[in-house]
């Protein structure tokens, strides 16, 4: 097919748009890389590639301090169970271990991230926790989890931590005490190893290539006046090869990726290194030109070199614009475009990720938002994406809390809201279990606000000359069976390029159970000149000032659940 590209020269970055008739269902980006590339060979567990692999990790432990640093680190911690895969001289084996036995040896560990996908996989239980201790039969392994084991070796460690294998699967007890150290397991593990590239068990990490597909190549560009070569890549090489792969589409991947110190990503073509200070891959083991590093996870990788406590002041204690928080903001876009086989695993599948970042913002998590930002945190909304977010039917959170739907949500940087339409003077969240970031069973706000009945709206999610503003909705459904709307008005959102502002906040409806109880039902947007009293309905024709509020608008207390 006939594709248009764009070729960067030299230090100007020029552009010179050129059409190549090519075969090909990849984009491909031409550039003056500032990086060697690397032939790759037709196997990707061969010694160089293993020893490609090692190099990474032993350059990344000796060498990068940012790499070092973890908060909250446990000196010495070890998870309750690992896998022994055997002594350096022997054979490859693997038998269940308590990490407790293995206090004093300094004995290290990896971690595996990997899709459960539908097919029954091998797991330990009550009834074969013994027999493990024992041996566990390497033929009796999913391919992933051989090569992980044959991986963890030839990187240099025995010890290999696997979900399935170092969890009771059949213990409710024992999987909610240790999914509470999910966190910890990924963070203070020495490196994780990703089966990126598959979609189960069965998939593995290691793969037969075709060099040729893979490699970058040499294009020479003749021009009147001289000639210059240009390296050609393919521009969604990280792409497809991590940020879409089938591994990062896994909810529970989130936490274990952002919260690992290093990532070995064993993807679909190619092997990828992804650490607190470089990204890389077999083709470009230097290094990947910042270019090709999609922005979603540059901005991923912003939140791992913000895990280290801040300095906090009492002036912090009802607005935070921190870098933290804006990172914390866009992880939880990312999660929320993930899937979870388990509904309600929602919190806990971040639970562990929110335990570090309490470390380092010194702050109260509720339900997925912080107390020092907790006005500015309700200010999500569910996005027009082509599955319409829907609120869970089993309680997860309170309707404030993106925890509480499935579907894509957006939000804003804190720096952009102003102003104090509500003073909170209550919030109690109630956990179901002894984890303070995990499944919580009720949770609601005291407010003083403003409350103002407006008229039914409609789903519209981008301003236009008919309707008032915008109104994003929880959920569809909920919102047309209601006859009742409420406007809660929370903060001013600055818009910077036309040094304008608009007015944010949420739709609310009345709770049945209780006067002056409310729960959310979708988000709010309105502009100067309109009138908030018809968001999301037919605009009026004359314009008002100040939204339609008035300093007489009398403020009341209300409980938001």
């Not at 990312?334 to 388990?342: D, G, Q």
């Not at 806990?348 to 380092?360: D, T």
Request: glycine letters at 6%; charged letters at 25%.
């Amino acid at each position: 097919m006939s594709l248009s590209f764009t070729l960067f020269a030299g230090l100007s970055r020029s552009r010179i748009q050129v059409r190549l008739s090519i075969h090909s269902s990849h984009g491909l980006k031409f550039s003056k890389l500032s990086t060697a590339w690397h032939k790759v060979q037709d196997r990707t567990n061969t010694r160089e590639v293993l020893a490609m692999c090692r190099n990474w990790l032993q350059d990344c432990v000796a060498n990068h301090e940012i790499c070092r640093e973890r908060v909250g680190t446990i000196d010495k911690w070890l998870p309750t169970r690992l896998l022994d895969t055997g002594a350096p001289a022997d054979p490859v084996s693997l038998r269940l271990v308590v990490g407790e036995n293995l206090a004093g040896t300094g004995a290290k560990y990896l971690a595996l991230s990997h899709c459960w996908g539908k097919s029954v996989i091998l797991s330990l239980k009550t009834s074969n926790i013994e027999a493990f201790e024992e041996e566990i039969p390497f033929s009796s392994l999913p391919r992933t989890f051989q090569h992980a084991t044959v991986a963890a070796r030839s990187l240099g460690y025995r010890y290999l931590w696997i979900d399935s294998l170092c969890i009771l699967q059949d213990s409710s007890e024992d999987w909610q005490y240790e999914s509470s150290f999910m966190g910890d397991v990924y963070s203070q593990c020495d490196c994780v190893i990703a089966a990126t590239g598959s979609k189960d068990g069965s998939g593995g990490l290691f793969r037969i290539r075709e060099p040729k597909f893979i490699e970058p190549f040499i294009l020479r560009a003749k021009w009147s006046f001289y000639e210059e070569d240009y390296t050609c890549v393919n521009a969604d090489v990280w792409t497809r090869g991590v940020a879409e792969a089938p591994l990062n589409q896994r909810g529970w991947v989130v936490q274990e990726r952002m919260l690992a110190p290093r990532t070995l990503h064993f993807g679909d073509h190619q092997i990828f290194w992804e650490c607190r200070q470089l990204e890389a891959c077999e083709t470009m083991p230097q290094g990947l030109p910042s270019d090709l590093i999609v922005a979603g996870d540059r901005e991923g990788n912003a939140f791992k070199r913000w895990m280290k406590p801040i300095k906090r002041t009492a002036n912090d204690a009802q607005q935070v614009s921190d870098g933290p928080l804006d990172s914390w903001d866009y992880i939880v876009e990312v999660y929320m475009r993930s899937k979870l086989t388990k509904g309600e695993d929602k919190l806990i599948a971040l639970s562990g990720m929110a335990k570090k970042m309490q470390l380092v913002l010194k702050d109260e998590y509720l339900a997925g938002l912080w107390r020092s930002s907790l006005v500015n945190g309700m200010l999500w909304w569910a996005e027009d994406a082509d599955t319409p977010s829907m609120r869970y039917p089993l309680y997860r959170g309170p309707s404030w809390s993106w925890a509480s739907i499935d579907g894509n949500i957006s939000r804003t940087v804190s720096s952009d809201l102003y102003g104090d339409f509500v003073k909170i003077l209550e919030v109690t969240i109630q956990p179901l279990g002894k984890d303070l970031t995990g499944q919580v069973q009720s949770g609601h706000i005291m407010l003083e606000c403003i409350v103002k009945a407006i008229n039914k709206p409609s789903a519209h999610h981008w301003s236009s000359m008919f309707t008032s503003g915008q109104y994003h909705p929880d959920d569809r459904r909920e919102s047309e069976s209601l006859d009742e709307f409420y406007a809660l008005p929370l903060r001013n959102h600055r818009i910077r390029v036309q040094d304008d502002e608009d007015l944010w906040g949420l739709i609310i409806a009345k709770e049945d159970s209780s006067p002056n109880t409310f729960r959310r039902v979708g988000f709010f947007r309105v502009e100067d000149g309109e009138d908030i009293k018809f968001v999301g309905s037919k605009s009026p024709p004359e314009k008002v000032s100040n939204f339609g509020l008035s300093i007489n608008d009398k403020r009341q207390l209300i409980r938001l659940v």
